[in-house]
């Protein structure tokens, strides 16, 4: 029986290695914007709105 990649004629290749990189890299963006959102909200609260900076961590 036919595995499902060679039944279309593709070799399982450097693809499956580009696709995990791919989706590391996504995460790390992703992590890294959560990351930076955060800060600069807690700023805005403080700074921006003129709340205490207790607020940040209640």
Do not use: D, K, N
């Amino acid at each position: 029986m036919p595995l499902p990649y060679e039944r279309f004629g593709q070799s399982e290749g450097p693809r499956p290695v580009v696709a995990r990189l791919m989706f590391l890299l996504l995460l790390f963006c992703g992590t890294i914007c959560t990351v930076m959102i955060v800060s600069f909200m807690s700023y805005f609260l403080v700074e921006g709105l003129g709340h205490q900076p207790w607020v940040i961590s209640g």
